[in-house]
């Protein structure tokens, strides 16, 4: 069989579209549906059911691609590494949300650096776009909150990260002893610090602690926690961070914790890996690394 038919093919399956496979190997669209076509000859059997938008694989396409890309995906590490024998240095990619990545991860793994590794980053708060990207080859490792389905992406659990309500003290001096009283009904009088319109934090914080939704909306929206944070020390409004954020606020007296809940929300962040991908070197060492690290976190 053609290698150049399978890493077609695999290309294919991870970026679910004719399209962007095109412009990931640098053809031209007919010229990948060409390539598709023949494998699908040469098998006898469909490889991918046509959608209005992009491809489904078959079962017959899911089966291939599971045993086929990790020894593709080993076959460029190779390559890959063979270009890399004069400088040493190996390159892993990296996608994460940008505050843990910022403040957890790539601390974490800086010290890989020293001992032949290059780090590459992308920062992204969306886990789809950075799951998709990892199928499609952008990066070696994802850092998200979601699980990939399906076979050909394998999540493994990293650590959990407790979520706070904090905001600043004369906002806390103000409510008393209400909120523990009245609970979110004097909590949704207070203005909001969120990353976005949704309000993704605060919901999920109101739906843990008090079954609801929160009857709000945000008063301050900034797509980065760590900005959320700013605002909140500025007396903005209420927050709900991640207490690695925000720990050593609380700890200086800068906000302060409204409630503490008995079960705390939490939220799981996962490594994520393309299947068969732990056997390459420079992936292996980072997840591993990354591991270690967490335990402490």
Known sequence: MDLALLRTFVTVHRAGSFTRAAALLGLSQPAVTSQIRTLERQLGRPLFLRQARGVTPTTIGDELAQRAAPHLD??????????????????????????????????????????????????????????????????????????????????????????????????????GHTVLREGHVVLERLPVVEVHESLPLVSRYWTAVFDSRPATAGTVIAPDLRAV???????????????????????????????????????????VVRTGTLALPPVARAHEWLLRAAADW
């Not at 998709?132 to 650590?159: F, K, Q, S, Y």
């Not at 007396?235 to 991640?242: N, Y």
């Open 74 to 175: 080993a076959l460029v590490e190779i390559a890959e590494s063979g270009l890399d024998e004069e400088s040493g240095v190996r390159t892993l990619h990296l996608a994460g949300p940008p505050e843990f990545t910022s403040l957890r991860a790539l601390p974490a793994l800086a010290p890989l650096t020293t001992q032949g590794l290059a780090l590459r980053t992308s920062f992204s708060s969306n886990a789809e776009e950075a799951l998709d990207g990892l199928a499609a080859g952008h990066h070696d490792l994802v850092i998200t909150t979601a699980r990939p389905r399906g076979g050909l992406l394998t999540a493994t659990p990293l650590c959990d990260e407790e979520h706070v309500l904090v905001a600043a003290p004369r906002w806390a001096a103000r409510l």
């Open 229 to 271: 944070l700013e605002c909140a020390v500025a007396g903005a409004g209420l927050a709900v961070l991640p207490r690695y954020l925000c720990q050593g606020a609380l700890e200086r007296g800068e906000v302060v914790a409204l409630l503490d809940p008995p079960v705390p929300p939490l939220r799981t962040y996962f490594l």
